[in-house]
């Protein structure tokens, strides 16, 4: 070797501690190629073998832990890899964990598909080193991996059982054996022996789609090592009975569910299948007995995944699109024949191409159905999206989130009754309570100053209200909470929690969660328990249970003691409602376009109310017949439609994913040294008061104590951040938010949507790829890098100017008001001192232009105030950012809002016109609206209409 310089590779940047199982993989794998790279070169070239052989010895056995969960490439083929490690032939090492680890990090491994090749006896000797193609995975060949691709979809079926690994290969070879080419699928299967190692291989392994549980298992796994600790406390929390045998089968059934509720659970018993079946509920899909007949467990797996598959939409309008269709009625567009014909309009057909022309119909009828009134295709669709978000039933909307929050409110909201909603809600619930003539009482969200923006309602607030609401005389006429949960910034509600204590004061409150950005949660085991349906069905079945009935009898013979005339009463301890009183009415939006994959604007409804089809139903079809369209666009249901089936599918793999990169994202910024000059991240500790987080977490990752656990804040806190929402303070840059979002945008091609007065906030979602995290990285690190160079070389006066643009960003910040109050001209019942207002009558006043006059920000209108003279607004007053009112029709304007008017410096007011200024009622129309205010008590109608 004298011929050659010793090896010397490039130093790799050392790897934090990772932040799941996952990351610990990927990253291992990666490592693992660089360090049998260097040990090939070392062993062409000379050098010292030590450090690499060290560094393959220990990631070697780094995955001798993790591959055990996964089929490919596996444990053989791993312990293939350590033969050759033992044998020193690193140029084939090197070879075949190039091959493996491209394999993983592409996931080429899941579409390139068995041709028949290759038999599983074949892998089996393979992996036992009798042949070159042993780090292949068994559907794999070598006639051309990438001509010889199967898009077929694949995934893995875990088999829980104490066997040893001669039975686990029979049985395995006994099920790939029974494959075909023409099953529409292809699968692998993987093993677990013990309850916990079950648990730990359904959170790791995401290719998981069907489980398969024998009745003999241990409960405790052999796998020490740390990273699966979260998992294993993930299921611990569920807490697991300690029960034997079969119990134990039934019992890891209850918590895979849990878990992961899209799983096909399948069981085989010794036991006589009559003794078992009828135990199983709705957690396993069938039982077999002993497992006499692979083919029907074969055809049993497929068949589960087939039903999650089906789009009963999408397909109906793909085989619509392919008939030779005359159309005699609307959409000159359909079929593409108006751009086709055209001269001047081609270039349309050409960049969307024909598909989308040949979907494209008015007709309801040929295998497609009516949104407005679905019985086919369409009711099927929404039925199966109910079954994926937990709902009893749901409902797709084709214009938006807005649409469907104007739909809710009208179905369930009368004209007076009183709904309490966060001030800082989207102004879609202010226009739809405008439209059902409801009172809105406008709870205030805890406000976070250093950062210009507004968290969530504390739920002493909203119980405070109830209170107010009850000593009036008035608990009878609330009828709605409308709460967004997760904000635009990530803070998270409690729905369980705050639905249990709201339950206690009225017992028939009925729940709008507004989760237009929180639609992917119901797809990862612990953002999902913050979910509305989730809460909904938990308090189902935890009022129907005899051990909440104690609790709940053992609570209020406790509480019966207290003074119930004093708030402390009910505001210092965790109420418990009446199970027998309590009705669950629990309705949810969401914005599927923006968390999930659809079309923009489509969103969906789920309903989980108990009396949905007593007292609910009707109206709600009036009010969705009132805001949908007759026309509807097909695209965006089918596009609802496929993303259902893709989270069914691979919702788990894919929402983990995104919160593994905003977690990446976070220490990237922390280790960056020019980025963190200038950037930082906001922490829950930053967003959520102490007195909010009981759990004490403070941080998601800090550079210097590693990764937090955030299970336990998600299952306990009163608040939790969502961990997909990366919001980075930016006013050391001397650079506001909104200049800075056009800067990313212009400058540098990346596109954020949130700002405020001092920060940006990025959104990882399941689109997204460590690619887009890299480049982001990367030009945040040279925006910092900018501002270090344009800074040593700035003059004095340079300087200052940029000093005095970080003060006015991190100190000189604009109060944050909260909402006023109404104006007694436009309370119906003033002289009780409650806080509703009738936003419509204000509203509709404002269309008589005689009754307005307008006044500018600034001298114009201090003065006006200055004189004593109180001002109510006319209009609604929506500064972009934060994005929602803060000025409804009727409030009177306060200085506190006015100085945030002036603070904000922002280019975009929506309801004001800078050449006008604040539209506001005279004084003559505030007397008149006084003068005619006669309190009429506003029929308080029952659920028949009485």
Same mark, same amino acid.
């Given at each position: 070797?004298?011929?050659?310089?010793?090896?010397?590779?490039?130093?790799?940047?050392?790897?934090?501690?990772?932040?799941?199982?996952?990351?610990?993989?990927? !990253?291992?794998?990666?490592?693992?190629?660089y360090h049998t790279n260097w040990l090939r070169e070392i062993a062409q070239q000379g050098g010292a073998f030590e450090e690499p052989r060290a560094a393959v010895a220990e990631e070697l056995e780094t995955l001798r832990h993790l591959e055990v969960f996964w089929a490919y490439p596996g444990p053989e083929a791993l312990g293939q890899l350590n033969r050759l490690f033992d044998r020193n032939q690193y140029e084939a090492l090197a070879q075949q964990v190039k091959d493996i680890t491209r394999m993983l990090i592409s996931d080429a491994y899941r579409t390139i598909g068995l041709r028949g090749e290759e038999s599983s006896q074949d892998s089996r000797r393979a992996a036992h080193g009798q042949n070159q193609r042993d780090h292949r995975h068994p559907h794999h060949t070598d006639?051309?991996?990438?001509?010889?691709?199967?898009?077929?979809? #694949?995934?893995?079926?875990?088999?829980?059982?104490?066997?040893?690994?001669?039975?686990?290969?029979?049985?395995?070879?006994?099920?790939?054996?029974?494959?075909?080419?023409?099953?529409?699928?292809?699968?692998?299967?993987?093993?677990?022996?013990?309850?916990?190692?079950?648990?730990?291989?359904?959170?790791?392994?995401?290719?998981i789609q069907s489980c398969v549980f024998r009745y003999n298992l241990r409960f405790r796994t052999q796998n020490e090592h740390s990273i699966f600790q979260r998992y294993l406390d993930m299921m611990r929390s569920e807490k697991p009975a300690r029960v034997y045998g079969m119990e134990r089968t039934l019992e890891l059934g209850r918590i895979s569910k849990i878990l992961r509720p899209e799983l096909d659970l399948f069981v085989v018993t010794d036991s006589a299948v009559e003794d078992v079946a009828g135990r199983l509920g709705h957690t396993f899909r069938r039982v077999f007995y002993r497992l006499d007949n692979y083919l029907e467990l074969h055809l049993s797996i497929l068949k589960g995944i087939r039903s999650r598959y089906e789009t009963p939409f999408f397909d109906a309008?793909?085989?619509?699109?392919?008939?030779?269709?005359?159309?005699?009625?609307?959409?000159?567009?359909?079929?593409?024949?108006?751009?086709?014909?055209?001269?001047?309009?081609?270039?349309?057909?050409?960049?969307?191409?024909?598909?989308?022309?040949?979907?494209?119909?008015?007709?309801?009828?040929?295998?497609?159905?009516?949104?407005?009134?679905?019985?086919?295709?369409?009711?099927?669709?929404?039925?199966?999206?109910?079954?994926?978000?937990?709902?009893?039933?749901?409902?797709?909307?084709?214009?938006?989130?807005?649409?469907?929050?104007?739909?809710?409110?009208?179905?369930?909201?009368?004209?007076?009754?009183?709904?309490?909603?966060?001030?800082?809600?989207?102004?879609?619930?202010?226009?739809?309570?405008?439209?059902?003539?409801?009172?809105?009482?406008?709870?205030?969200?805890?406000?976070?100053?250093?950062?210009?923006?507004?968290?969530?309602?504390?739920?002493?607030?909203?119980?405070?209200?109830?209170?107010?609401?009850?000593?009036?005389?008035?608990?009878?006429?609330?009828?709605?909470?409308?709460?967004?949960?997760?904000?635009?910034?990530?803070?998270?509600?409690?729905?369980?929690?705050?639905?249990?204590?709201?339950?206690?004061?009225?017992?028939?409150?009925?729940?709008?969660?507004?989760?237009?950005?929180?639609?992917?949660?119901?797809?990862?085991?612990?953002?999902?328990?913050?979910?509305?349906?989730?809460?909904?069905?938990?308090?189902?079945?935890?009022?129907?249970?005899?051990?909440?009935?104690?609790?709940?009898?053992?609570?209020?013979?406790?509480?019966?003691?207290?003074?119930?005339?004093?708030?402390?009463?009910?505001?210092?301890?965790?109420?418990?409602?009446?199970?027998?009183?309590?009705?669950?009415?629990?309705?949810?939006?969401?914005?599927?376009?923006?968390?999930?994959?659809?079309?923009?604007?489509?969103?969906?409804?789920?309903?989980?109310?108990?009396?949905?089809?007593?007292?609910?139903?009707?109206?709600?079809?009036?009010?969705?017949?009132?805001?949908?369209?007759?026309?509807?666009?097909?695209?965006?249901?089918?596009?609802?439609?496929?993303?259902?089936?893709?989270?069914?599918?691979?919702?788990?793999?894919?929402?983990?994913?995104?919160?593994?990169?905003?977690?990446?994202?976070?220490?990237?910024?922390?280790?960056?040294?020019?980025?963190?000059?200038?950037?930082? %991240?906001?922490?829950?500790?930053?967003?959520?008061?102490?007195?909010?987080?009981?759990?004490?977490?403070?941080?998601?990752?800090?550079? !210097?104590?590693?990764?937090?656990?955030?299970?336990?804040?998600?299952?306990?806190?009163?608040?939790?951040?969502?961990?997909?929402?990366?919001? %980075?303070? %930016?006013?050391?840059?001397?650079?506001?938010?909104?200049?800075?979002?056009?800067?990313?945008?212009?400058?540098?091609?990346?596109?954020?949507?949130?700002?405020?007065?001092?920060?940006?906030?990025?959104?990882?979602?399941?689109?997204?790829?460590?690619?887009?995290?890299?480049?982001?990285?990367?030009?945040?690190?040279?925006?910092?890098?900018?501002?270090?160079?344009?800074?040593?070389?700035?003059?004095?006066?340079?300087?200052?100017? #940029?000093?005095?643009?970080?003060?006015?960003?991190?100190?000189?910040?604009?109060?944050?008001?909260?909402?006023?109050?109404?104006?007694?001209?436009?309370?119906?019942?003033?002289?009780?001192?409650?806080?509703?207002?009738?936003?419509?009558?204000?509203?509709?006043?404002?269309?008589?232009?005689?009754?307005?006059?307008?006044?500018?920000?600034?001298?114009?209108?201090?003065?006006?105030?200055?004189?004593?003279?109180?001002?109510?607004?006319?209009?609604?007053?929506?500064? #972009?950012?934060?994005?929602?009112?803060?000025?409804?029709?009727?409030?009177?304007?306060?200085?506190?809002?006015?100085?945030?008017?002036?603070?904000?410096? %922002?280019?975009?007011?929506?309801?004001?016109?800078?050449? #006008?200024?604040?539209?506001?009622?005279?004084?003559?129309?505030?007397?008149?609206?006084?003068?005619?205010?006669?309190?009429?008590?506003?029929?308080?109608?029952?659920?028949?209409?009485?």
């Open positions: 070797m004298s011929g050659f310089a010793a090896y010397s590779p490039t130093p790799r940047r050392p790897r934090p501690h990772q932040y799941d199982a996952a990351q610990l993989r990927r !990253d291992t794998w990666n490592d693992l190629q006639s051309g991996m990438d001509r010889n691709a199967d898009q077929r979809p #694949y995934f893995e079926v875990l088999f829980v059982d104490d066997i040893d690994e001669e039975e686990h290969e029979q049985l395995r070879e006994a099920l790939l054996d029974l494959r075909r080419d023409e099953d529409e699928f292809i699968y692998d299967v993987v093993f677990a022996r013990s309850f916990e190692d079950a648990a730990i291989a359904i959170l790791f392994n995401h290719t309008l793909r085989k619509y699109a392919q008939r030779p269709t005359g159309v005699f009625h609307a959409l000159p567009i359909a079929r593409g024949k108006s751009i086709t014909n055209s001269h001047w309009a081609k270039d349309m057909g050409k960049f969307y191409g024909p598909n989308i022309f040949l979907a494209e119909t008015s007709a309801t009828s040929g295998g497609l159905d009516s949104l407005l009134q679905p019985h086919g295709a369409i009711k099927r669709a929404q039925d199966l999206a109910a079954r994926a978000f937990g709902a009893q039933r749901t409902y797709f909307a084709t214009n938006g989130t807005s649409t469907a929050n104007k739909i809710v409110v009208q179905a369930l909201v009368r004209p007076g009754d009183i709904v309490l909603v966060a001030h800082d809600c989207h102004k879609s619930h202010h226009y739809a309570m405008v439209l059902a003539g409801s009172y809105p009482v406008y709870l205030d969200a805890y406000p976070l100053t250093e950062y210009t923006m507004y968290g969530a309602v504390p739920l002493r607030e909203i119980k405070h209200q109830l209170l107010e609401l009850k000593r009036a005389g008035k608990l009878d006429r609330v009828r709605m909470l409308l709460l967004t949960n997760c904000t635009f910034d990530g803070i998270t509600y409690h729905p369980e929690k705050i639905m249990r204590e709201v339950l206690a004061i009225k017992p028939d409150m009925i729940f709008l969660w507004d989760e237009a950005w929180f639609g992917f949660a119901a797809f990862n085991p612990t953002l999902r328990m913050r979910t509305g349906m989730y809460a909904a069905k938990k308090l189902r079945e935890d009022f129907k249970s005899e051990s909440y009935r104690a609790k709940y009898r053992a609570w209020r013979e406790s509480f019966d003691k207290l003074d119930p005339e004093d708030d402390a009463t009910w505001l210092d301890q965790t109420l418990m409602p009446d199970p027998d009183r309590a009705r669950v009415r629990v309705y949810a939006t969401q914005s599927t376009h923006k968390t999930l994959t659809a079309l923009r604007q489509g969103s969906m409804m789920h309903v989980h109310d108990q009396d949905f089809e007593q007292h609910a139903r009707d109206a709600f079809n009036e009010a969705f017949m009132t805001h949908t369209s007759t026309s509807p666009n097909y695209q965006i249901i089918a596009s609802l439609d496929v993303g259902r089936r893709q989270v069914e599918l691979e919702g788990y793999e894919m929402v983990q994913k995104s919160i593994s990169l905003a977690m990446t994202m976070r220490e990237r910024i922390y280790s960056h040294p020019t980025i963190k000059a200038c950037f930082s %991240v906001l922490r829950p500790a930053d967003l959520i008061p102490e007195e909010y987080r009981p759990s004490g977490l403070e941080f998601y990752y800090d550079p !210097d104590q590693g990764w937090a656990r955030m299970e336990e804040a998600w299952r306990n806190d009163e608040f939790a951040l969502d961990p997909t929402r990366v919001t %980075v303070h %930016v006013g050391r840059t001397g650079i506001d938010g909104d200049t800075l979002r056009h800067l990313l945008m212009d400058q540098h091609d990346i596109q954020i949507n949130k700002t405020s007065r001092n920060s940006v906030l990025f959104l990882t979602n399941i689109g997204m790829s460590r690619g887009d995290v890299a480049h982001l990285i990367e030009v945040l690190g040279r925006i910092g890098q900018e501002i270090e160079d344009r800074l040593a070389s700035s003059s004095d006066i340079d300087r200052r100017l #940029y000093d005095r643009k970080v003060t006015s960003l991190t100190q000189e910040l604009p109060p944050l008001p909260n909402f006023s109050f109404f104006h007694p001209a436009f309370k119906p019942a003033p002289e009780t001192g409650t806080a509703e207002g009738d936003i419509r009558r204000a509203f509709f006043m404002s269309y008589d232009v005689n009754l307005l006059e307008h006044f500018k920000l600034g001298a114009e209108i201090d003065a006006v105030l200055s004189s004593g003279r109180e001002l109510v607004s006319a209009a609604f007053i929506t500064p #972009y950012p934060p994005g929602f009112p803060v000025l409804v029709p009727g409030q009177v304007i306060t200085r506190d809002i006015l100085d945030y008017l002036l603070a904000v410096d %922002v280019k975009e007011i929506h309801g004001y016109k800078p050449e #006008y200024g604040l539209r506001v009622f005279t004084e003559e129309a505030i007397d008149q609206a006084q003068t005619t205010l006669i309190e009429q008590p506003v029929p308080h109608l029952t659920e028949t209409g009485e």
